[in-house]
């Protein structure tokens, strides 16, 4: 597929946090208020970029490519730290990247775009990705997948 392992996540995140923003400004109907929305936001923000950055040093000290474009040029598989609790630590950091955007915008309509993102990675990413994984490890990375969950 023309769309498959092309678009850089971390450029799919800005794009995305872009239409959530557009989207909440083009349907004020939808605004909802939060006590403290700055800080739910900040925290939830956090919580996802320590996510995302435990991925990449896990990647950076198994010398393996962090590059989500090219995952036939992994040289290991990683399973250990962030690694046991979710496949996609990365993905999953910046998902929660875009909720804690989606609490600051205080948008329902720019929410329901969160699970669109969560549909594109799935297809165009992560099954991209897997396929690479189980031919460059086989059973080894069968058995990840059987102990590990794909987000959480």
Known sequence: NALELKVPPLLLVILF???MWAVSRLLPAG???IPGKLWFSAA???????????????????????DPRTPHQSESLVVGGVYRFTRNPMYLGFFLML?????????????LLLPLFVVYMNRFQIL??????????????????????RWL
């Open 17 to 19: 946090g872009g239409a």
């Open 128 to 149: 991209p990705e897997e396929r690479h994984m189980r031919e460059l490890f086989g059973e080894a990375y069968d058995r990840y997948v059987s102990e590990v969950r």
């Open 31 to 33: 605004d909802f208020a």
């Open 44 to 66: 939830i923000l956090a919580v996802g970029g320590c996510i995302a950055l435990m991925g990449v040093l896990e990647f950076r000290s198994a010398g393996t490519t962090v």
């Open 99 to 111: 909720v804690a955007w989606g609490f600051f915008l205080g948008s329902v309509f720019a929410a």
